[in-house]
């Protein structure tokens, strides 16, 4: 899901099927309308959010239904970097647990 709010785009990613890195990529490409040949990895998605990629750049990236188990499923290593990209470039995360 998309949104634009005085001219800041944020994207809203749905963690709830999320089973590895490849399904966060999967959300996050859809919702930022990248290309096909879009890296799928960490290198990929810090250039996005630089611009220039992808049709949407966002601003903040919101991820809800994020659970514990995902997150151990996934990695939290994983949310570690893509935290640390977003705050490198300047992209407000927010991300909630499916308890919330």
Known sequence: MVSKKNS????????????????????YCASTNAPKWFGNNLDALEDSLRG?????????????????KQIQT?????????NSI????SVE?????ESI
């Open 8 to 27: 800041k785009i944020t994207i809203t990613l749905d963690a709830s099927n999320w089973k590895t890195p490849k399904d966060f990529y999967a959300d």
């Open 52 to 68: 220039g990629i992808c049709e949407l750049t966002p601003e903040k990236i919101i991820i809800k239904n994020l659970s514990k």
């Open 74 to 82: 996934v990695g939290e290593k994983f949310f570690t970097t893509v």
């Open 86 to 89: 977003c705050s490198d470039n």
């Open 93 to 97: 995360l927010e991300i909630y647990s």
